[in-house]
Protein backbone atom coordinates (compact mmCIF):
# COMPACT_ATOMS: atom_id res chain seq x y z
CA UNK A 1 0.00 0.00 0.00
CA UNK A 2 0.91 3.68 -0.68
CA UNK A 3 1.98 6.25 2.09
CA UNK A 4 1.92 9.52 2.04
CA UNK A 5 5.12 11.16 2.87
CA UNK A 6 6.42 11.44 6.63
CA UNK A 7 6.34 15.11 6.41
CA UNK A 8 2.89 15.40 4.15
CA UNK A 9 2.02 13.96 7.63
CA UNK A 10 3.41 15.69 10.07
CA UNK A 11 1.98 18.85 8.13
CA UNK A 12 -1.27 17.08 7.68
CA UNK A 13 -1.37 16.98 11.52
CA UNK A 14 -0.86 20.12 12.41
CA UNK A 15 -3.33 21.65 10.61
CA UNK A 16 -6.06 19.05 11.40
CA UNK A 17 -5.54 20.08 14.57
CA UNK A 18 -5.78 23.98 14.13
CA UNK A 19 -8.61 23.32 11.90
CA UNK A 20 -11.95 24.71 13.37
CA UNK A 21 -14.02 24.53 10.28
CA UNK A 22 -18.02 23.52 11.05
CA UNK A 23 -18.37 21.36 7.75
CA UNK A 24 -15.74 18.84 8.71
CA UNK A 25 -15.12 16.49 11.26
CA UNK A 26 -11.48 14.85 11.70
CA UNK A 27 -9.97 12.40 13.39
CA UNK A 28 -7.02 13.75 15.19
CA UNK A 29 -6.27 11.48 17.68
CA UNK A 30 -2.79 10.10 17.76
CA UNK A 31 -3.71 6.97 15.53
CA UNK A 32 -5.04 9.62 13.06
CA UNK A 33 -5.40 6.93 10.03
CA UNK A 34 -7.28 4.29 11.44
CA UNK A 35 -6.07 1.14 9.10
CA UNK A 36 -8.57 -1.34 8.62
CA UNK A 37 -7.97 -4.87 9.93
CA UNK A 38 -8.73 -7.88 7.46
CA UNK A 39 -10.50 -10.35 9.43
CA UNK A 40 -12.14 -12.40 7.10
CA UNK A 41 -15.24 -12.54 9.58
CA UNK A 42 -18.69 -11.97 7.84
CA UNK A 43 -19.42 -9.80 10.72
CA UNK A 44 -16.50 -7.33 11.09
CA UNK A 45 -16.84 -3.97 10.78
CA UNK A 46 -15.29 -0.38 11.36
CA UNK A 47 -15.75 1.21 14.85
CA UNK A 48 -18.87 2.64 15.34
CA UNK A 49 -19.07 6.62 15.02
CA UNK A 50 -16.81 9.47 13.40
CA UNK A 51 -13.31 7.74 14.77
CA UNK A 52 -13.71 5.20 12.09
CA UNK A 53 -13.41 7.66 9.76
CA UNK A 54 -10.36 9.63 8.25
CA UNK A 55 -13.00 12.26 8.49
CA UNK A 56 -16.47 13.58 7.77
CA UNK A 57 -17.90 16.55 5.76
CA UNK A 58 -21.50 17.58 5.66
CA UNK A 59 -23.45 19.50 3.34
CA UNK A 60 -26.46 21.15 3.54
CA UNK A 61 -28.83 18.86 1.03
CA UNK A 62 -28.16 15.21 -0.40
CA UNK A 63 -24.87 14.77 -1.91
CA UNK A 64 -23.55 13.21 -5.50
CA UNK A 65 -21.03 10.40 -6.12
CA UNK A 66 -17.47 12.04 -5.59
CA UNK A 67 -14.81 12.18 -7.91
CA UNK A 68 -11.40 13.27 -7.48
CA UNK A 69 -8.56 15.70 -8.94
CA UNK A 70 -6.12 14.51 -10.94
CA UNK A 71 -3.42 15.03 -8.45
CA UNK A 72 -5.74 13.12 -5.70
CA UNK A 73 -5.63 16.41 -3.42
CA UNK A 74 -9.13 17.56 -4.20
CA UNK A 75 -12.80 15.62 -3.73
CA UNK A 76 -15.52 17.12 -5.71
CA UNK A 77 -19.06 16.16 -4.92
CA UNK A 78 -22.37 18.15 -6.03
CA UNK A 79 -25.76 18.43 -3.38
CA UNK A 80 -28.93 19.28 -3.50
CA UNK A 81 -28.61 22.27 -2.06
CA UNK A 82 -27.23 23.96 -5.18
CA UNK A 83 -23.69 24.55 -4.47
CA UNK A 84 -20.83 21.90 -6.06
CA UNK A 85 -18.16 20.91 -2.77
CA UNK A 86 -14.56 21.19 -3.51
CA UNK A 87 -13.09 19.21 -0.20
CA UNK A 88 -9.19 18.79 0.16
CA UNK A 89 -8.74 15.40 0.74
CA UNK A 90 -6.16 15.38 3.20
CA UNK A 91 -7.47 17.63 5.90
CA UNK A 92 -11.46 16.81 5.04
CA UNK A 93 -12.23 21.34 4.49
CA UNK A 94 -13.79 23.02 1.91
CA UNK A 95 -11.83 24.58 -0.45
CA UNK A 96 -14.46 26.88 -1.08
CA UNK A 97 -15.93 28.97 1.41
CA UNK A 98 -19.61 27.10 1.43
CA UNK A 99 -19.17 25.35 -1.49
CA UNK A 100 -19.57 27.18 -5.25
CA UNK A 101 -23.38 28.04 -5.55
CA UNK A 102 -24.79 27.55 -8.93
CA UNK A 103 -28.56 27.98 -10.02
CA UNK A 104 -29.78 24.71 -9.56
CA UNK A 105 -29.53 21.41 -7.31
CA UNK A 106 -26.60 19.22 -8.55
CA UNK A 107 -28.03 15.62 -8.04
CA UNK A 108 -25.40 14.34 -10.57
CA UNK A 109 -21.76 13.69 -9.82
CA UNK A 110 -18.84 15.81 -11.35
CA UNK A 111 -15.98 15.16 -13.59
CA UNK A 112 -12.46 16.79 -13.71
CA UNK A 113 -10.53 16.90 -16.56
CA UNK A 114 -6.41 17.22 -16.90
CA UNK A 115 -6.54 21.07 -16.85
CA UNK A 116 -8.63 20.89 -13.69
CA UNK A 117 -11.69 22.00 -14.55
CA UNK A 118 -14.70 20.47 -13.80
CA UNK A 119 -17.65 19.46 -15.65
CA UNK A 120 -20.92 19.02 -14.15
CA UNK A 121 -24.96 18.72 -15.12
CA UNK A 122 -27.22 20.63 -13.44
CA UNK A 123 -31.24 19.84 -12.65
CA UNK A 124 -32.03 23.31 -14.98
CA UNK A 125 -30.58 21.31 -17.93
CA UNK A 126 -27.43 23.14 -18.25
CA UNK A 127 -23.80 21.80 -18.09
CA UNK A 128 -21.34 23.51 -16.42
CA UNK A 129 -17.81 23.94 -16.62
CA UNK A 130 -15.68 25.47 -13.46
CA UNK A 131 -12.52 26.42 -13.01
CA UNK A 132 -10.72 24.85 -9.68
CA UNK A 133 -10.50 27.96 -7.91
CA UNK A 134 -14.47 27.56 -7.85
CA UNK A 135 -15.45 31.13 -8.71
CA UNK A 136 -17.38 31.13 -11.57
CA UNK A 137 -15.31 33.91 -13.47
CA UNK A 138 -15.22 34.92 -16.68
CA UNK A 139 -13.54 31.63 -17.97
CA UNK A 140 -15.87 29.43 -16.72
CA UNK A 141 -18.58 27.74 -19.15
CA UNK A 142 -22.12 26.88 -19.31
CA UNK A 143 -24.21 26.03 -22.05
CA UNK A 144 -27.50 26.73 -22.90
CA UNK A 145 -30.48 24.77 -21.44
CA UNK A 146 -32.34 21.86 -22.83
CA UNK A 147 -35.10 22.36 -20.10
CA UNK A 148 -33.96 18.85 -18.43
CA UNK A 149 -31.95 17.68 -15.92
CA UNK A 150 -28.60 16.42 -17.34
CA UNK A 151 -26.49 13.38 -15.84
CA UNK A 152 -23.06 12.81 -14.89
CA UNK A 153 -21.10 14.01 -18.68
CA UNK A 154 -18.37 11.83 -19.90
CA UNK A 155 -14.93 13.38 -21.67
CA UNK A 156 -13.03 11.64 -25.05
CA UNK A 157 -9.33 13.01 -25.46
CA UNK A 158 -10.30 15.30 -28.37
CA UNK A 159 -12.14 17.27 -25.91
CA UNK A 160 -15.77 16.31 -26.71
CA UNK A 161 -18.05 16.37 -23.98
CA UNK A 162 -21.13 13.70 -23.74
CA UNK A 163 -23.71 14.14 -21.33
CA UNK A 164 -27.38 12.80 -21.25
CA UNK A 165 -30.88 14.28 -19.89
CA UNK A 166 -34.03 13.07 -18.73
CA UNK A 167 -35.21 15.31 -22.20
CA UNK A 168 -34.36 11.90 -24.13
CA UNK A 169 -31.66 13.17 -25.66
CA UNK A 170 -27.27 12.81 -25.73
CA UNK A 171 -25.54 16.17 -26.46
CA UNK A 172 -22.09 16.26 -27.53
CA UNK A 173 -20.39 19.31 -26.61
CA UNK A 174 -17.02 21.13 -28.19
CA UNK A 175 -14.24 22.20 -25.27
CA UNK A 176 -16.03 25.99 -25.36
CA UNK A 177 -19.38 24.54 -25.14
CA UNK A 178 -20.93 25.06 -28.76
CA UNK A 179 -23.05 21.89 -29.41
CA UNK A 180 -21.66 19.49 -31.74
CA UNK A 181 -24.53 17.60 -32.41
CA UNK A 182 -27.32 16.23 -30.27
CA UNK A 183 -29.20 12.18 -30.56
CA UNK A 184 -32.49 12.03 -29.54
CA UNK A 185 -33.40 8.58 -27.69
CA UNK A 186 -36.49 6.89 -27.10
CA UNK A 187 -36.28 7.35 -23.35
CA UNK A 188 -33.98 9.22 -20.83
CA UNK A 189 -30.86 9.18 -21.39
CA UNK A 190 -28.67 7.57 -18.47
CA UNK A 191 -25.14 8.49 -18.18
CA UNK A 192 -23.01 7.33 -21.46
CA UNK A 193 -20.07 5.25 -21.25
CA UNK A 194 -17.49 4.82 -24.70
CA UNK A 195 -16.19 1.64 -25.59
CA UNK A 196 -12.27 1.58 -27.07
CA UNK A 197 -13.57 2.52 -30.46
CA UNK A 198 -15.34 5.66 -29.82
CA UNK A 199 -18.92 4.49 -29.99
CA UNK A 200 -21.32 6.21 -27.32
CA UNK A 201 -23.48 3.57 -25.44
CA UNK A 202 -26.37 4.95 -23.58
CA UNK A 203 -29.16 3.25 -21.74
CA UNK A 204 -32.58 4.80 -22.38
CA UNK A 205 -35.70 3.00 -21.59
CA UNK A 206 -35.65 -1.16 -22.68
CA UNK A 207 -32.95 -0.10 -25.00
CA UNK A 208 -29.26 -0.01 -24.73
CA UNK A 209 -27.83 2.30 -27.84
CA UNK A 210 -24.17 2.88 -29.88
CA UNK A 211 -23.72 6.13 -30.78
CA UNK A 212 -21.08 6.92 -32.82
CA UNK A 213 -18.65 10.34 -32.67
CA UNK A 214 -20.79 11.78 -35.15
CA UNK A 215 -23.96 11.29 -33.59
CA UNK A 216 -25.87 8.55 -35.95
CA UNK A 217 -26.82 5.32 -34.15
CA UNK A 218 -24.85 2.24 -34.45
CA UNK A 219 -26.59 -0.53 -32.75
CA UNK A 220 -29.68 -1.17 -30.96
CA UNK A 221 -30.30 -3.74 -28.06
CA UNK A 222 -33.65 -4.23 -26.51
CA UNK A 223 -34.08 -5.76 -23.04
CA UNK A 224 -37.36 -7.29 -21.64
CA UNK A 225 -37.69 -4.26 -19.24
CA UNK A 226 -36.11 -1.12 -18.31
CA UNK A 227 -32.51 -0.79 -17.68
CA UNK A 228 -31.41 1.13 -14.49
CA UNK A 229 -27.56 0.59 -14.33
CA UNK A 230 -24.26 1.80 -16.85
CA UNK A 231 -22.96 -0.75 -19.08
CA UNK A 232 -19.55 -1.84 -18.03
CA UNK A 233 -17.02 -2.58 -20.95
CA UNK A 234 -14.85 -5.22 -20.81
CA UNK A 235 -10.87 -5.29 -22.31
CA UNK A 236 -12.24 -7.41 -24.92
CA UNK A 237 -15.51 -5.12 -25.67
CA UNK A 238 -18.17 -7.57 -24.24
CA UNK A 239 -20.46 -5.12 -22.57
CA UNK A 240 -22.49 -5.72 -19.25
CA UNK A 241 -25.49 -3.88 -17.64
CA UNK A 242 -28.65 -4.97 -15.89
CA UNK A 243 -32.33 -4.55 -16.11
CA UNK A 244 -35.76 -4.35 -14.50
CA UNK A 245 -36.32 -7.88 -15.49
CA UNK A 246 -34.14 -9.47 -12.94
CA UNK A 247 -31.12 -9.88 -15.80
CA UNK A 248 -27.70 -9.40 -16.47
CA UNK A 249 -26.94 -9.44 -19.99
CA UNK A 250 -23.82 -9.83 -21.81
CA UNK A 251 -22.99 -9.05 -25.29
CA UNK A 252 -20.41 -8.18 -27.64
CA UNK A 253 -19.91 -4.98 -28.97
CA UNK A 254 -22.63 -3.66 -31.50
CA UNK A 255 -24.51 -6.72 -30.41
CA UNK A 256 -28.51 -7.09 -31.42
CA UNK A 257 -30.90 -9.01 -29.58
CA UNK A 258 -30.11 -12.10 -31.11
CA UNK A 259 -26.39 -11.49 -30.50
CA UNK A 260 -26.58 -11.92 -26.85
CA UNK A 261 -23.46 -14.00 -24.92
CA UNK A 262 -25.58 -15.16 -22.12
CA UNK A 263 -28.22 -14.10 -19.36
CA UNK A 264 -27.96 -14.60 -15.76
CA UNK A 265 -31.10 -14.42 -13.85
CA UNK A 266 -30.37 -12.62 -10.21
CA UNK A 267 -33.66 -13.13 -8.70
CA UNK A 268 -34.94 -9.38 -8.92
CA UNK A 269 -33.99 -5.89 -10.11
CA UNK A 270 -30.65 -5.31 -11.54
CA UNK A 271 -30.32 -1.56 -9.93
CA UNK A 272 -26.56 -1.47 -9.02
CA UNK A 273 -24.17 -0.68 -12.35
CA UNK A 274 -21.96 -3.74 -12.08
CA UNK A 275 -18.29 -4.03 -12.65
CA UNK A 276 -15.40 -6.09 -14.37
CA UNK A 277 -12.36 -7.18 -12.19
CA UNK A 278 -8.48 -7.14 -13.79
CA UNK A 279 -8.95 -11.58 -13.75
CA UNK A 280 -12.55 -10.73 -15.81
CA UNK A 281 -15.36 -11.37 -13.39
CA UNK A 282 -17.95 -9.60 -13.09
CA UNK A 283 -19.73 -8.90 -10.30
CA UNK A 284 -23.29 -7.57 -10.09
CA UNK A 285 -25.50 -6.63 -7.01
CA UNK A 286 -29.71 -7.70 -7.23
CA UNK A 287 -32.70 -6.62 -5.20
CA UNK A 288 -32.62 -9.25 -3.16
CA UNK A 289 -29.79 -8.31 -1.35
CA UNK A 290 -27.09 -10.36 -3.17
CA UNK A 291 -24.09 -9.94 -4.75
CA UNK A 292 -22.53 -12.02 -7.42
CA UNK A 293 -19.23 -12.66 -8.82
CA UNK A 294 -19.53 -14.49 -11.97
CA UNK A 295 -17.59 -16.35 -14.73
CA UNK A 296 -16.75 -14.53 -18.27
CA UNK A 297 -18.94 -17.49 -19.60
CA UNK A 298 -21.83 -16.32 -16.95
CA UNK A 299 -21.00 -19.34 -14.32
CA UNK A 300 -21.58 -18.09 -10.67
CA UNK A 301 -18.58 -18.40 -8.45
CA UNK A 302 -19.88 -16.61 -4.90
CA UNK A 303 -22.27 -14.90 -3.64
CA UNK A 304 -22.71 -12.75 -0.53
CA UNK A 305 -25.45 -11.86 0.95
CA UNK A 306 -26.45 -8.11 2.69
CA UNK A 307 -28.80 -6.92 4.86
CA UNK A 308 -30.56 -4.59 2.05
CA UNK A 309 -30.50 -4.31 -1.38
CA UNK A 310 -27.58 -2.78 -3.00
CA UNK A 311 -28.37 -0.17 -5.33
CA UNK A 312 -24.93 2.01 -5.98
CA UNK A 313 -22.96 1.32 -8.36
CA UNK A 314 -20.11 -0.95 -7.45
CA UNK A 315 -16.52 0.02 -7.71
CA UNK A 316 -12.80 -2.12 -7.45
CA UNK A 317 -9.65 -1.35 -6.31
CA UNK A 318 -6.47 -2.32 -7.59
CA UNK A 319 -6.55 -5.01 -5.16
CA UNK A 320 -9.56 -6.67 -6.33
CA UNK A 321 -11.33 -5.82 -3.18
CA UNK A 322 -15.55 -4.76 -4.36
CA UNK A 323 -16.97 -1.68 -2.20
CA UNK A 324 -20.76 -1.53 -2.47
CA UNK A 325 -22.83 1.10 -0.70
CA UNK A 326 -25.83 -0.59 0.45
CA UNK A 327 -29.60 0.60 1.40
CA UNK A 328 -28.88 -0.95 5.02
CA UNK A 329 -26.85 2.37 5.96
CA UNK A 330 -23.45 0.80 5.19
CA UNK A 331 -20.29 0.44 2.85
CA UNK A 332 -19.27 -3.22 2.35
CA UNK A 333 -15.55 -3.81 1.42
CA UNK A 334 -15.58 -7.67 -0.58
CA UNK A 335 -12.64 -9.22 -1.15
CA UNK A 336 -11.81 -10.88 -4.60
CA UNK A 337 -12.59 -14.21 -2.98
CA UNK A 338 -16.16 -13.72 -1.75
CA UNK A 339 -15.67 -12.70 2.07
CA UNK A 340 -17.06 -9.22 3.67
CA UNK A 341 -14.16 -7.54 4.88
CA UNK A 342 -15.62 -5.05 7.05
CA UNK A 343 -18.28 -2.40 6.68
CA UNK A 344 -18.77 1.04 7.31
CA UNK A 345 -21.97 2.30 9.21
CA UNK A 346 -23.14 5.80 8.25
CA UNK A 347 -26.45 7.83 8.75
CA UNK A 348 -28.32 6.72 5.58
CA UNK A 349 -28.56 4.44 2.83
CA UNK A 350 -25.09 4.62 1.09
CA UNK A 351 -26.16 5.29 -2.49
CA UNK A 352 -23.26 6.32 -4.23
CA UNK A 353 -20.49 4.88 -5.94
CA UNK A 354 -17.01 5.13 -3.69
CA UNK A 355 -13.63 6.61 -5.07
CA UNK A 356 -10.35 5.70 -4.46
CA UNK A 357 -7.15 7.70 -4.50
CA UNK A 358 -3.66 6.46 -4.62
CA UNK A 359 -3.13 6.26 -1.15
CA UNK A 360 -5.89 3.28 -0.29
CA UNK A 361 -8.43 6.45 0.52
CA UNK A 362 -12.22 5.17 -0.01
CA UNK A 363 -14.33 8.28 -0.25
CA UNK A 364 -18.03 8.01 -0.66
CA UNK A 365 -21.66 9.46 0.36
CA UNK A 366 -24.17 8.72 1.85
CA UNK A 367 -27.14 11.24 2.82
CA UNK A 368 -25.57 14.83 3.35
CA UNK A 369 -22.04 13.25 4.29
CA UNK A 370 -18.79 12.94 2.54
CA UNK A 371 -17.22 10.18 4.17
CA UNK A 372 -13.38 9.50 3.75
CA UNK A 373 -11.88 6.09 5.10
CA UNK A 374 -8.26 5.01 5.25
CA UNK A 375 -8.12 1.18 3.47
CA UNK A 376 -5.53 -1.42 2.31
CA UNK A 377 -6.31 -1.49 -1.23
CA UNK A 378 -5.81 1.80 -4.04
CA UNK A 379 -7.26 3.03 -7.19
CA UNK A 380 -5.92 1.49 -10.22
CA UNK A 381 -4.12 4.02 -12.00
CA UNK A 382 -3.69 2.76 -15.40
CA UNK A 383 -4.96 4.34 -18.38
CA UNK A 384 -6.77 1.50 -20.09
CA UNK A 385 -9.51 1.77 -22.81
CA UNK A 386 -11.96 -0.15 -20.85
CA UNK A 387 -15.06 1.09 -19.08
CA UNK A 388 -15.19 -1.83 -16.63
CA UNK A 389 -17.22 0.24 -13.58
CA UNK A 390 -19.27 3.26 -12.92
CA UNK A 391 -17.64 6.40 -14.37
CA UNK A 392 -14.83 4.06 -15.73
CA UNK A 393 -12.50 3.61 -12.63
CA UNK A 394 -12.25 3.68 -8.88
CA UNK A 395 -11.37 7.19 -9.54
CA UNK A 396 -14.20 7.97 -11.43
CA UNK A 397 -12.48 10.04 -14.30
CA UNK A 398 -14.80 9.32 -16.76
CA UNK A 399 -12.52 9.37 -18.87
CA UNK A 400 -12.83 7.69 -22.45
CA UNK A 401 -8.93 6.48 -23.58
CA UNK A 402 -9.40 5.14 -27.40
CA UNK A 403 -7.58 2.97 -29.17
CA UNK A 404 -6.24 4.96 -31.44
CA UNK A 405 -3.45 7.61 -30.95
CA UNK A 406 -4.42 11.62 -29.94
CA UNK A 407 -1.66 14.05 -30.23
CA UNK A 408 -1.74 15.82 -26.56
CA UNK A 409 1.54 18.15 -27.08
CA UNK A 410 3.27 18.64 -30.20
CA UNK A 411 7.09 18.29 -31.26
CA UNK A 412 9.12 20.50 -29.01
CA UNK A 413 12.84 20.48 -27.28
CA UNK A 414 12.74 18.51 -24.17
CA UNK A 415 12.99 20.91 -20.90
CA UNK A 416 11.54 23.73 -22.75
CA UNK A 417 8.48 24.83 -20.90
CA UNK A 418 7.49 28.24 -23.32
CA UNK A 419 5.81 26.15 -25.90
CA UNK A 420 8.40 27.83 -28.41
CA UNK A 421 8.44 25.74 -31.91
CA UNK A 422 11.91 27.12 -33.10
CA UNK A 423 15.40 26.79 -31.61
CA UNK A 424 19.16 27.49 -32.42
CA UNK A 425 21.04 25.06 -31.80
CA UNK A 426 24.92 24.55 -31.35
CA UNK A 427 27.40 22.14 -33.64
CA UNK A 428 27.88 19.60 -30.96
CA UNK A 429 25.38 19.97 -28.59
CA UNK A 430 22.59 17.61 -27.45
CA UNK A 431 19.24 18.32 -28.91
CA UNK A 432 15.84 16.08 -27.56
CA UNK A 433 12.80 17.26 -29.40
CA UNK A 434 9.66 15.20 -28.17
CA UNK A 435 5.90 14.71 -28.39
CA UNK A 436 3.12 13.54 -26.16
CA UNK A 437 0.48 11.06 -27.66
CA UNK A 438 -1.93 8.94 -25.55
CA UNK A 439 -3.41 5.87 -27.04
CA UNK A 440 -5.29 2.57 -25.53
CA UNK A 441 -2.70 0.46 -27.75
CA UNK A 442 1.18 0.45 -28.62
CA UNK A 443 2.39 3.37 -30.77
CA UNK A 444 5.07 3.46 -33.49
CA UNK A 445 6.47 6.61 -34.55
CA UNK A 446 8.07 7.72 -37.28
CA UNK A 447 10.36 10.99 -37.40
CA UNK A 448 10.56 13.49 -40.25
CA UNK A 449 13.20 16.33 -41.23
CA UNK A 450 11.87 18.54 -44.20
CA UNK A 451 9.02 16.00 -44.92
CA UNK A 452 11.79 13.04 -45.32
CA UNK A 453 11.54 10.10 -43.33
CA UNK A 454 14.55 9.81 -40.80
CA UNK A 455 16.30 6.51 -41.35
CA UNK A 456 15.70 4.42 -38.13
CA UNK A 457 19.51 2.84 -39.19
CA UNK A 458 20.78 6.56 -38.63
CA UNK A 459 19.25 7.45 -35.69
CA UNK A 460 17.79 4.49 -33.67
CA UNK A 461 15.11 7.09 -31.82
CA UNK A 462 13.32 8.24 -35.28
CA UNK A 463 10.34 5.54 -33.65
CA UNK A 464 10.65 6.79 -30.86
CA UNK A 465 8.42 9.31 -28.68
CA UNK A 466 11.16 11.16 -28.50
CA UNK A 467 13.74 11.93 -31.00
CA UNK A 468 17.62 12.25 -29.78
CA UNK A 469 20.74 14.13 -31.36
CA UNK A 470 23.33 13.13 -29.30
CA UNK A 471 25.58 15.82 -31.03
CA UNK A 472 23.48 18.60 -33.57
CA UNK A 473 25.27 18.36 -36.95
CA UNK A 474 24.88 20.68 -39.29
CA UNK A 475 22.64 18.56 -41.49
CA UNK A 476 20.23 18.42 -38.67
CA UNK A 477 19.08 21.96 -39.61
CA UNK A 478 15.39 22.20 -40.59
CA UNK A 479 11.23 21.12 -40.08
CA UNK A 480 10.73 18.12 -37.91
CA UNK A 481 7.44 16.32 -37.44
CA UNK A 482 5.98 13.06 -36.56
CA UNK A 483 3.77 10.70 -37.59
CA UNK A 484 2.24 8.14 -34.94
CA UNK A 485 0.27 5.12 -35.56
CA UNK A 486 -0.94 1.59 -34.21
CA UNK A 487 -3.72 -0.78 -35.15
CA UNK A 488 -6.60 1.72 -34.45
CA UNK A 489 -5.45 4.97 -36.23
CA UNK A 490 -2.74 7.58 -37.12
CA UNK A 491 -2.38 10.97 -36.00
CA UNK A 492 0.05 13.57 -38.10
CA UNK A 493 1.91 16.60 -36.00
CA UNK A 494 0.02 19.98 -37.00
CA UNK A 495 3.18 22.33 -36.09
CA UNK A 496 6.57 21.73 -37.16
CA UNK A 497 9.41 22.56 -34.93
CA UNK A 498 12.33 24.61 -36.25
CA UNK A 499 15.87 23.64 -35.78
CA UNK A 500 18.36 26.14 -36.93
CA UNK A 501 21.89 26.01 -36.85
CA UNK A 502 23.71 28.94 -35.26
CA UNK A 503 27.04 28.34 -36.14
CA UNK A 504 27.63 25.56 -39.02
CA UNK A 505 29.59 26.61 -41.45
CA UNK A 506 27.87 26.36 -45.29
CA UNK A 507 27.81 22.71 -45.88
CA UNK A 508 26.68 21.37 -49.45
CA UNK A 509 23.92 17.96 -49.23
CA UNK A 510 23.26 17.78 -52.65
CA UNK A 511 25.44 18.59 -55.00
CA UNK A 512 25.35 19.73 -58.61
CA UNK A 513 25.14 16.93 -61.52
CA UNK A 514 26.26 16.20 -64.84
CA UNK A 515 23.94 16.70 -67.72
CA UNK A 516 23.62 16.38 -71.41
CA UNK A 517 21.33 18.27 -73.41
CA UNK A 518 21.08 19.18 -76.98
CA UNK A 519 21.10 22.81 -78.23
CA UNK A 520 18.25 25.03 -77.42
CA UNK A 521 16.77 22.57 -73.95
CA UNK A 522 16.30 24.30 -71.02
CA UNK A 523 19.46 23.27 -68.26
CA UNK A 524 17.99 23.36 -64.48
CA UNK A 525 20.71 22.80 -61.90
CA UNK A 526 20.27 22.79 -58.29
CA UNK A 527 22.10 22.37 -55.46
CA UNK A 528 20.97 21.42 -51.24
CA UNK A 529 23.06 23.64 -48.57
CA UNK A 530 22.61 23.31 -44.64
CA UNK A 531 24.21 25.74 -42.10
CA UNK A 532 23.76 28.50 -39.94
CA UNK A 533 20.58 30.71 -41.83
CA UNK A 534 20.38 32.94 -43.73
CA UNK A 535 22.28 30.96 -46.23
CA UNK A 536 23.18 32.94 -49.57
CA UNK A 537 23.80 31.18 -52.36
CA UNK A 538 26.13 32.32 -56.15
CA UNK A 539 25.93 30.75 -59.45
CA UNK A 540 29.44 30.88 -61.19
CA UNK A 541 30.13 29.87 -64.65
CA UNK A 542 33.61 29.25 -65.69
CA UNK A 543 34.38 31.04 -62.70
CA UNK A 544 32.87 34.08 -63.93
CA UNK A 545 29.80 35.57 -61.72
CA UNK A 546 26.65 34.91 -63.22
CA UNK A 547 23.95 37.88 -62.65
CA UNK A 548 20.79 37.44 -59.93
CA UNK A 549 21.32 33.79 -59.80
CA UNK A 550 21.76 33.84 -56.04
CA UNK A 551 19.14 30.54 -55.78
CA UNK A 552 19.43 27.47 -54.40
CA UNK A 553 18.21 26.63 -58.65
Known amino acids: MKSRPSAFRALIFIILAASAWAGATVNTHAARRPVLTYTNRADAKLPEGENGFEWTFNAKGLVSSPCLSFDGLTLYVGSADRRLYAIDTLTGESKWTNGLKLPAPIYTAPIVDENGRIYVGGSDGRLYGISDQGDFGTNDLRSPSIGRPLT ?328 YTVHAFNDCGEVESSQIFTVNITNAAPLITADITNQFLLVGRTLTLQIGAAGSSPLSYQWYFNSNLIAFATNTT
Open 152 to 479: TPALVEDGTIYVGSTGNRLDAYFPDFARKWFYIAPDDVRTPVITDDGTILIASGGFLRGVSDAGTEVSSFIARSAIRTLPAVAEDGSIYFGANDDLLYAMESGATTNDLLWRFNTGDDVMSSPAIGADGSIYVASDNSRLYSLTPNGAIRWVVRTKAPVRAALSIGVDGTIYAGCDDKRLYAISPEGQILWTARTRAPVRSSPALDAFGIVYFSSGKTVYAIQTEAMADDSDEPAWPMFRKDAQHTARATECRPFLIEEPHRVGDTTGADTFDATIGEPLSIAVAVRAGAPVTYEWRLNGTVIDHEVNRTATNAVYVLASVEATDAGG
